[in-house]
């Protein structure tokens, strides 16, 4: 089997236990993440050309860490998350990370989107929106009001789970 195939089920192994973990502790462990990158540039240095398998995983770390930092950044996401878009792009490079980071957006807008109606705090998550975004775009306005109160923890590694998988199904399609 071509290392590309031991990547790909690494990597599937790697996000399916990130997913069931943040669905029931609402963490991504370190110990995960730190295994699948030692895995993932292991793999990487056995392939046929080495040093260019291990700069695009590199690279893939780099895109996933850049696409996802502002979010932690501005309070709307958890550093594991971080950490495990930037692990998924070690396994995969760059121009796949964007792809798994852009689709991860978009299933964790809709299951965001479907936690807060199903818990009736649409108007909450409105007023926080406003609150990131005025901290991100005017200087001096703070990102979090005193006693602002969250709308909910959400499991973002299922988000990242299911935008790498499709990614995968569709690169063997």
């Known amino acids: 089997m071509p290392v590309k195939q031991y990547l ?5 192994l790697l996000v399916s236990i990130a997913a069931v973990n943040d669905l029931a502790t ?3 462990p370190n110990r995960l993440l730190l295994a699948g990158l030692v895995c993932a540039f292991f793999l ?6 080495p040093a260019s398998s291990v700069l695009s995983a590199l690279g893939g770390m780099g895109v996933g860490f850049v696409v996802f930092l502002p979010f932690y950044l501005l309070h709307g996401m ?3 998350d971080v950490k495990m878009i ?26 965001a989107l479907l936690m807060v109606a199903c818990r009736g705090r649409l108007s909450m998550l409105l007023s926080n929106v406003g609150r990131m975004l005025g901290g991100a775009l005017i200087p001096g ?33």
Do not use: K, N
């Not at 990487?44 to 050309?49: G, L």
């Open 8 to 12: 790909d089920v690494a990597l599937i």
């Open 78 to 80: 958890a550093a594991g």
């Open 86 to 111: 930037a692990t998924v792009g070690a396994f995969i490079g760059p121009a796949e990370a964007f792809h798994v980071a852009m689709l991860s957006w978009c299933v964790g807008g809709l299951m």
């Open 44 to 49: 990487h240095a056995y392939s046929a050309d």
């Open 26 to 28: 609402r963490r991504i």
């Open 141 to 173: 306005v703070g990102i979090a009001a005193p006693g602002q109160t969250s709308v909910g923890s959400m499991p973002y590694g299922v988000a990242i789970a299911i935008g790498t998988m499709t990614v995968l199904v569709r690169d063997y399609s």
